[in-house]
């Protein structure tokens, strides 16, 4: 009868994150997580592109030499990559949603096939830029 | 979905608000009418890169491109305010800062996007 007096029983916890060798599941889910969070200031880009067409030919000319900017270009090729392979993800996550996919080696095999598609995709779209002179 | 609540715990009014469905779904249904509006959004954007600011002006002019850039933006901040809604929930546990950064992302998805709204109606009205 002493257990009474002791308040709440100590609850079993959930392994720590650095508990766990990584494998591609966690690292694709992590991942989606951190390109959405980069695609959050992407909207932010995207935004400022149309208040500085809103703004005028002198704004929007200084909007897209930032963007064209060495660094600009870093920044929207790793936009690029983190929109497809968030795509690419979010739709794998539709999947799981159904609940269908969660067999560990479709699960496996989905999450290297977002990485692919997000690179593949990624150099396409570079490419194709760089072809019609959008570069 | 209540029965997922023990009776003590809904007793002491810790329960469901009732609303998680709800933002459950809003985050999928954006994501998918996303997936087509981002693929044309990409060929969009090499479209633009490759002009300037009158051609960038004639493209939005375009009823469709009007239209579809309206939606991308509507849809992407809806989407993304609801994301990082998930995130500042999933790691802030502290009321008043994880009330802030809610707020934050309220306010920045809600005036970011309407501004890129009515910037691409505005131009796309002639307004420009």
């Given at each position: 009868m002493t257990e009474t007096t002791q308040g709440p029983r100590e609850r079993p916890l959930s392994p720590h994150l650095?508990?766990?060798?990584?494998?591609?599941?966690?690292?694709?889910?992590?991942?989606?997580?951190?390109?959405?969070?980069a695609l959050y200031g992407g909207a932010l880009i995207l935004a400022g592109w149309a208040l500085s067409l809103a703004a005028g030919p002198d704004a929007y000319q200084a909007f897209m030499?930032?963007?064209?900017?060495?660094?600009?270009?870093?920044?929207?090729?790793?936009?690029?990559?983190?929109?497809?392979y968030h795509l690419a993800k979010g739709v794998q996550h539709l999947f799981w949603d159904s609940g269908?996919?969660?067999?560990?080696?479709?699960?496996?095999?989905?999450t290297i096939a977002c990485f692919a598609f997000a690179v593949a995709a990624t150099l396409a779209v570079w490419a194709i830029a760089w072809m019609t002179g959008a570069l | 979905m209540e029965n997922y609540r023990t009776p003590l715990r809904r007793a002491r009014g810790?329960?469901?608000?009732?609303?998680?469905?709800?933002?459950?779904?809003?985050?999928?249904?954006?994501?998918v009418a996303l997936v087509p509006l981002v693929l044309w959004a990409v060929f969009g954007v090499i479209t633009l890169a490759g002009t300037d600011y009158y051609g960038a002006v004639a493209w939005i002019s375009q009823p469709l491109n009007a239209v579809l850039m309206v939606l991308l933006t509507a849809v992407s901040f809806l989407h993304m305010h609801a994301g990082m809604r998930?995130?500042?929930?999933?790691?802030?546990?502290?009321?008043?800062?994880?009330?802030?950064?809610?707020?934050?992302?309220?306010f920045v998805c809600a005036l970011m996007g309407s501004l890129a709204v009515f910037s691409i109606l505005k131009v796309a009205l002639g307004g420009a």
């Open positions: 650095m508990g766990w060798r990584p494998h591609a599941t966690m690292v694709g889910s992590i991942l989606h997580r951190i390109t959405g969070s030499e930032l963007l064209g900017s060495p660094l600009g270009k870093l920044v929207l090729f790793g936009l690029t990559l983190s929109l497809f269908k996919g969660f067999a560990l080696p479709i699960a496996n095999m989905a | 810790l329960g469901s608000a009732k609303h998680g469905v709800g933002h459950w779904l809003a985050e999928r249904v954006t994501s998930v995130i500042v929930e999933d790691y802030i546990h502290t009321t008043l800062s994880k009330s802030a950064l809610l707020l934050l992302n309220l």
